[in-house]
């Protein structure tokens, strides 16, 4: 107890001093970190893990607030570290809860990098202002860098997704990569699998995907997140396999980010999917020329997707080589 009471406690206007940076600096970061827009995977992952940084700096300031006189004397030592951290918590989990009333999903992703920047924060706090002993101090601080740098390991992968993707570009998909099944999800009932190309898809012995569409309303896959600028080619080719004995369609759409939802304002196309293999080619003037009101817009393709309205028992297609292509210039150079 004594030890504890002997711990040499910094001035109160360094005190104060800290408690105005601390609050700047969390004002700086909600500041930056709420005008991140999140337009890909990268940038979505980076805004949840600010909950981390926000946190962390956030029950900074409520502990170093609540440790000054006017509080320890009504609250208690005691109480200064508890009512910071659950403080800091429970902020948390009714930000998540109010989220839905407006207009956004909760996350327990969200509120568990605001643990990590509690739990964190805590630790500093301990280590500064609780602990004599240099090397407890010092594991209290590494424990804390550690619960930090936990909220790195997403936006990291992330940020190696979109370069592994935007080094693969003009291929848009071709199943090789695991990171490649970060940029699509199935939709509306349909399953997705990666698998060894088909035996009687000649010519392909490597991996592609399995579209399942047996069951939902419009079952298909969506890529969601590829590269926007298309600006620089002029078709789209998509290899699709199908084991069935019959013909059957397949619906591809395309939208950018100006799309406003209406099926008029966004490219589609209904393919006929022979029984085999089938080569898709679609120019993207096509694609530009599509929208009702306006030209689509090459430099901000927001999505592709690919969707049955025939869900059947039986329907699988395999698809793969989603890329774009030069092919005016390859006809240009075939001529000559
Ligand atoms: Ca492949």
């Not at 999140?38 to 940084?53: P, V």
């Not at 860098?145 to 570009?169: D, E, G, K």
């Amino acid at each position: 107890m004594n030890q504890v009471q002997s711990t040499s406690q910094p001035s109160r206007f360094l005190d104060t001093i800290e408690i105005i940076a601390l609050s700047a600096l969390l004002a700086a970061l909600v500041f930056y970190f709420n005008g991140i827009t999140e337009n890909d995977l990268f940038n979505q992952s980076l805004k949840d893990s600010s909950h981390t940084a926000v946190f962390f700096v956030a029950t900074l300031v409520l502990a170093n607030t609540l440790s000054q006189p006017f509080f320890v004397l009504r609250l208690g030592r005691g109480l200064v570290i508890p009512v910071a951290f659950f403080g800091g918590i429970i902020t948390g989990v009714m930000i998540e809860l109010v989220q839905p009333s407006l207009g956004r999903e909760g996350s327990f992703l969200d509120v568990w990098y605001d643990l990590l920047g509690c739990t964190s924060a805590i630790l500093v706090f301990i280590a500064r202002r609780r602990l004599e002993r240099r090397n407890k101090k010092i594991l209290a601080i590494a424990c804390a860098c550690l619960l930090l740098s936990i909220s790195s390991i997403l936006p990291l992968y992330f940020h190696q997704v979109i370069t592994l993707r935007n080094q693969a570009f003009p291929v848009i998909f071709n199943a090789e990569e695991n990171w490649q099944n970060e940029l699509f999800r199935a939709n509306y009932g349909a399953y997705t699998n990666t698998v060894g190309a088909p035996s009687g898809w000649i010519n392909n012995q490597s991996k592609v995907i399995r579209l399942d569409l047996s069951h939902g309303q419009y079952p298909g896959i969506a890529f969601r997140q590829i590269v926007k600028d298309w600006g620089q080619y002029d078709a789209l080719r998509i290899d699709i396999f199908s084991k069935l004995k019959q013909k059957t369609n397949l619906v591809i759409r395309v939208s950018d980010t100006q799309h406003n939802q209406e099926h008029s304002d966004r490219f589609n196309r209904t393919l006929t999917i022979e029984p085999g293999i089938n080569n898709i080619e679609i120019l993207l003037a096509d694609i530009v020329s599509a929208p009702e009101q306006r030209d689509l817009s090459l430099d901000s393709i927001d999505s592709l997707i690919l969707f049955s309205t025939e869900a059947s028992a039986d329907l699988s297609l395999y698809i793969d080589n989603i890329r774009l292509d030069r092919r005016l210039e390859r006809g240009l150079e075939n001529t000559r």
